[in-house]
């Protein structure tokens, strides 16, 4: 059975930082490119950023760059996704999913897996 595993989210002060971690079960990670997606409450969901299946390639939105770090160790089934200088607007649900991921952002596959999603809130 696939699994994908969203974990690390929590309420940070805005300027601070959450590493979120996306486990995967029931296949080996390097079959798939992963992304990371976000839904904050009354908006669509917005592609953060995605990683190759064997990590060589990253995307990052242009909101998050500098920001932001995907990486993955396939050796533990686990994307993550470092997130410094949060800000209010980086609020929402987090997800991970399996991708194609190029330079126009994360696209998830149909029919796909998705994490069930891990809440990130930025608030002082």
């Known amino acids: 059975q696939v699994q994908l595993v969203e974990s690390g989210g929590g309420l940070v002060q805005p300027g601070g930082s959450l590493r979120l971690s996306c486990v995967v079960s029931?296949?080996?990670?390097?079959?798939?490119?992963i992304g990371w997606f976000r839904q904050a409450p009354g908006k669509e969901r917005e592609g953060v950023s995605c990683?190759?299946?064997?990590?060589?390639?990253?995307y990052y939105v242009d909101s998050v760059k500098g920001r932001f770090t995907i990486s993955r160790d396939n050796t533990k089934n686990t994307v993550f996704l470092q997130m410094n200088g949060l800000t209010p607007e980086d609020t929402g649900v987090y997800y991970c999913a399996t991708v194609r991921c190029s330079g126009s952002g994360p696209v998830p596959w149909y029919p796909g897996y998705w994490g069930q999603g891990t809440q990130v809130t930025v608030s002082s």
């Open positions: 029931g296949f080996t990670l390097d079959t798939y490119a």
């Open positions: 990683i190759s299946s064997r990590g060589g390639y990253t």
